[in-house]
């Protein structure tokens, strides 16, 4: 039912409110501007060097971005969060009580969850992350 890797099982009587998915057409996004920046930035290294081929630096980019983009594609899609009537349930056994969130902000495609004792969690590459993130805190208004 819950893989334990990507989703954390609801507590007996914690009624689940929504899942968090991340979207893939947000997550292809991600990687080609890192892609892209990672590769602007090598080449200027190189270019600023003296190094006779600058374009090494866009080109390795573009390959080292893409191909860890595309191994660890699968594994970053199957992350879930779930929002419960009492906490946020994310990959791995991670359990944030909605009392014990000091506050949400959104950092791109990612919201960050910060925890009173200074824990910070990144739900990813979702396609709407400031109605996750307004989710999440109407949610601790009521918990």
Same mark, same amino acid.
């Given at each position: 039912?819950?893989?334990?890797?990507?989703?954390?099982?609801?507590?007996?009587?914690?009624?689940a409110l929504v899942r968090f998915f991340p979207d893939?057409?947000?997550?292809?996004?991600?990687?080609? $501007? /890192?892609?892209?920046? %990672?590769?602007?930035? *090598?080449?200027?290294?190189?270019? #600023? !060097?003296g190094n006779p081929h600058p374009w090494v630096g866009?080109?390795?980019?573009?390959?080292?971005?893409?191909?860890?983009?595309?191994?660890?594609?699968?594994?970053?899609?199957?992350?879930?969060?779930?929002?419960?009537?009492?906490? $946020? /349930?994310?990959?791995? %056994?991670?359990?944030? *009580?909605?009392?014990?969130?000091? #506050? !949400?902000?959104?950092?791109?495609?990612?919201?960050?969850?910060?925890?009173?004792?200074?824990?910070?969690?990144l739900v990813k590459f979702l396609a709407d992350p400031?109605?996750?993130?307004?989710?999440?805190?109407?949610?601790?208004?009521?918990?």
């Amino acid at each position: 039912m819950f893989d334990p890797a990507t989703q954390t099982p609801p507590e007996p009587g914690e009624a689940a409110l929504v899942r968090f998915f991340p979207d893939r057409a947000t997550y292809v996004r991600a990687h080609i $501007l /890192l892609a892209f920046v %990672g590769g602007l930035a *090598a080449s200027a290294i190189l270019a #600023l !060097t003296g190094n006779p081929h600058p374009w090494v630096g866009i080109v390795a980019a573009v390959l080292g971005v893409g191909l860890r983009g595309a191994y660890l594609m699968k594994e970053e899609l199957a992350v879930v969060w779930t929002l419960t009537d009492r906490a $946020l /349930l994310g990959p791995g %056994g991670r359990r944030v *009580a909605l009392d014990k969130i000091r #506050l !949400t902000r959104k950092l791109g495609s990612a919201v960050q969850v910060v925890t009173l004792t200074g824990d910070k969690h990144l739900v990813k590459f979702l396609a709407d992350p400031e109605t996750v993130r307004a989710r999440i805190e109407t949610s601790r208004g009521t918990a």
